[in-house]
C-alpha cells in the first residue's frame, strides 16, 4: 500500500523551531518531487515548499522563504521541512505530497499524507 506519513508536530513558542518528516512506504521516492502543503483552520490550503526528485531544485512560499528549508534523503526515502522562526500564523496541518514526475509544480500531487498539526503560541 503505497503511504505517506508525516511527523514532527507539535506545539511550539513563537521563535522556535521544528523539523516535520515526510516518509514513503510501499514506493520509493526516487522518481518522485514531494511538496508541502499547509491548512490553517478556516482557511484554504496552500503551498508551502516543493522539492524536485533530485533535491537540486527546491521553491517556497514567500511567507516561508529564509525560514524553511525543505531536503530530502532518497536512501531514507523521507523529506524534511526544516521550520525555524516559528511565528503564530504558521499554525496549521502540514500535509506532504507526493508528484510521479520530477520536478515541482502543483499538479498531480497524486498521493498525500495524512498531516501533522503544528501549533505556534505562547
Known amino acids: 500500500q503505497l503511504q505517506l506519513v508525516e511527523s514532527g508536530g507539535g506545539l511550539v513558542q513563537p521563535g522556535g523551531s521544528l523539523r516535520l518528516s515526510c516518509a514513503a512506504s510501499g514506493f520509493t521516492l526516487d522518481y518522485y518531487a514531494i511538496g508541502w502543503f499547509r491548512q490553517a483552520p478556516g482557511k484554504e490550503r496552500m503551498g508551502v515548499s516543493c522539492?524536485?526528485?533530485?533535491?537540486?531544485?527546491?521553491n517556497y512560499a514567500d511567507s516561508v522563504k529564509g525560514r524553511f528549508t525543505i531536503s530530502r534523503d532518497n536512501a531514507k526515502n523521507t523529506v524534511y521541512l526544516q521550520m525555524n522562526s516559528l511565528k503564530p500564523e504558521d499554525t496549521a496541518i502540514y500535509y506532504c505530497?507526493?508528484?510521479?514526475?520530477?520536478?515541482?509544480?502543483?499538479?498531480?500531487?497524486?498521493?498525500w499524507g495524512k498531516g501533522t498539526l503544528v501549533t505556534v503560541s505562547s
Open positions: 522539492i524536485s526528485s533530485s533535491g537540486r531544485s527546491t
Open positions: 505530497a507526493a508528484r510521479p514526475f520530477p520536478l515541482c509544480s502543483t499538479s498531480h500531487m497524486d498521493y
